[in-house]
């Protein structure tokens, strides 16, 4: 299968941790890999260009966008917290995003949305694309704007966009919780591949989740996307339960499928 399907391809959030992980595996996806952040990650190398941009100011994002043809979106304020960066950043940046997108024709775009869209429904509880957001805060929040957003700039201009509500991606998981969430990153970029490659994307709402034994969510809704997951959770499960403490049934962490963020804050004044 090819994956090279697009000539220039933007990647943002380029200095964070699956920026990083996604740099050297997404090259083979394009001729020129395009990356950006606010945050310095030093020179371009083969293959790719650099170009800095704070997602909050909008002619720097329309600088940033022009010229591309698909775009993966990973930059942003990653974690719950006060509204106001997460307000520039998730909310007047993606805005500022499509905007750019749709004065440029970029046609595609794979949006890094989150677990936490719908963290207030129980872990007990299997989910599916169309259940209602439940967002589990500000940064919850922020994210289910963003899938709406997309949505609108589907409807009215036909900017196709994966919704990928990404779990927990990092090297492995960290905790229990993690045994139902990880996402691997072979199987991230995998799963941004077939948001790239398949023919007709549409607007879909995707969980961003390895092949785990454990799980809250079904990608019944999203098979036209063509994502089969390589990796799972299940190798690392003896070590997980061995290291952690069994769970207090009683915590709201426990109990919510978005864990300590249901907790968090508040962050108000
Ligand atoms: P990260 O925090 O390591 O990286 C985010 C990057 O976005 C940073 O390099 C940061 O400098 C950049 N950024 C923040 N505000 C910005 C702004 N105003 N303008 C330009 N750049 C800005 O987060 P990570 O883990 O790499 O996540 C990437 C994306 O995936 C984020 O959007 C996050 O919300 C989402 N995600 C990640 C999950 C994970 O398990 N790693 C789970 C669910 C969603
Ligand atoms: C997220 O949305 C965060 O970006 C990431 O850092 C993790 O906290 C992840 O969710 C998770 O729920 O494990």
Not at 31 to 48: I, N, Q
Not at 206 to 225: C, K, P
Request: hydrophobic fraction near 40%; charged fraction near 20%.
């Amino acid at each position: 299968m090819t994956i090279k399907t697009h000539h220039k391809l933007l990647l943002t959030g380029a200095a964070g941790g699956l920026g990083t992980a996604l740099r050297d595996r997404l090259k083979p996806n394009c001729d020129v890999l395009r990356l950006s952040d606010k945050a310095d990650f030093g020179p371009a190398r083969a293959g790719e260009e650099v170009m800095l941009a704070d997602l909050a100011d909008g002619a720097a994002v329309n600088a940033m966008v022009q010229g591309v043809d698909a775009i993966v979106h990973l930059g942003g304020y990653s974690v719950e917290g006060p509204f106001e960066p997460i307000l520039q950043a998730n909310i007047i940046g993606v805005y500022n995003l499509y905007e750019a997108a749709r004065q440029h024709g970029v046609k595609r775009v794979v949006f890094a949305s989150s677990n936490h869209v719908t963290g207030f429904y129980r872990q007990s509880q299997t989910l599916t694309a169309d259940m209602p957001p439940r967002p589990d805060g500000f940064y919850g929040v922020s994210k289910a704007f963003g899938e709406d957003l997309s949505r609108f700039y589907f409807d009215r201009y036909g900017i196709e966009t994966a919704c990928v509500r990404i779990g927990s991606s990092f090297p492995e998981p960290r905790d229990r919780r993690m045994l139902a969430s990880w996402l691997s990153y072979d199987d991230l970029h995998r799963l941004i591949t077939a948001c790239l490659t398949t023919p007709v994307l549409g607007h879909s709402i995707i969980f961003g989740m390895s092949n785990n034994a454990v799980t809250w969510w079904s990608n019944e809704q999203a098979r036209h996307v063509g994502y089969v997951p390589q990796d799972t959770s299940d190798v690392f499960r003896d070590a997980v339960y061995a290291r952690t403490e069994a769970p207090d049934l009683n915590d709201p962490a426990v109990q919510f499928q978005g864990g300590g963020f249901v907790k968090a804050g508040p962050f108000s004044g």
